[in-house]
């Protein structure tokens, strides 16, 4: 149990350092970040059976798909912290290293690459967007950054629990 506790903070913490690059980036370079209420949005409708979209900017909006949207992705991030201590255990929590990090940060990409795009609308690996270089290389920036908060927290966490 306490390695899942564990696994839960790290997660916590390295999505909230994935957050405060987003705000780095709006505030110094006017650079927007994902609008979570599209993501909340998507979720809300696939309770409805629809897991495609071809805009989900125009889909119908969820009540509340922006709490939904927040709570996804922080519940997102720990479920991929989780699967970082499920395969370098306990023992990485202890002595945390930033090779296994970046490897599951930089691996998360595959999620919205695959999966959220497609199903909002915006093609496999952005390709459906106005610049699908850019919007690319601001997903494998963003998860970079979420492995390096993995990498980050799980330090912090050995200094206090």
Known sequence: ??????????????TIIMDLWAIFLKTFFSIPSLNYAFVGRWIGHMTKGKYMHQSIATAAPIPGETAIGWMAHYMIGITFSILLVLIW?????????????????????????????????????????????????????????????LYLAALLLTRIY
């Open 89 to 149: 255990g306990e023992q990485w929590t202890a002595s945390p290293t930033i090779g296994p990090a970046l490897i599951i940060g930089i691996g998360t990409t595959v999620a919205p690459f695959f999966l959220m795009q497609p199903g909002m609308g915006l093609g496999i690996a952005a390709s459906r967007t106005p610049k699908p270089d850019v919007a690319r290389m601001r997903s494998l920036m963003a998860h970079t950054v979420y492995g390096i908060g």
């Open 1 to 14: 149990m306490e390695m899942i506790i564990k696994a839960i903070l790290i997660g916590v913490g390295a």
